[in-house]
């Protein structure tokens, strides 16, 4: 008895931490969400945009498009991965490190109105590493209020478009060295 207890309370413990929760909203078009070890801003169509987006018809994704869209992308990386470079040699491999990067989500109707979602992905997790050479991780927030953007920085800065619809990953780009 005691095991099957057990047993029901961590599937419950595992299950209620599986989906995509709301935990702050720092600005009036925009919302912080997270599920487990990721962590991302959630951008409203009626915030204010960028140059990639603003010749498209917009929408805000809700929990369950951005839950789509991670899984979409566990599923599919690797393979989207593999002609990418920038990776190694002090920089992550990403399909195999998902989990060390913010994310900041935008979703935007193509031409077909189909939703897709465009994710950048900005490292937030030091090996250790990275802290003993002195690393700091960014602290300052404004990755939750507006578009990161980066030169160079190898795969620590990365981003690609998830077509819902079609469950495909699209349009990958990761920064340069420099």
Known sequence: MKKTFSLILLIFLVSCNSKFKIIEKPSNFSEIVKRRQIIGTNFYETGVCFMRLQNVKRFTPNLEEIQKAEKILREKIREANHKMFNQGN?????????????????????????????????????????????????????????????????????????????????????????
């Open 90 to 178: 002090g920089c992550p491999i990403i399909h195999n490190n998902l989990n060390i990067y913010r994310r900041q989500y935008f979703g935007y109707y193509n031409n077909k109105n189909e939703k897709v979602i465009f994710v950048t992905f900005n490292k937030n997790k030091l090996t250790i590493i990275e802290k003993l050479k002195g690393f700091r991780r960014d602290k300052s927030e404004n990755w939750k209020k507006e578009i990161e953007t980066w030169e160079d920085g190898c795969s620590n800065h990365w981003e690609i478009k998830i077509n819902l619809a079609t469950e495909s990953l699209f349009e990958m780009y990761v920064n340069g060295r420099g």
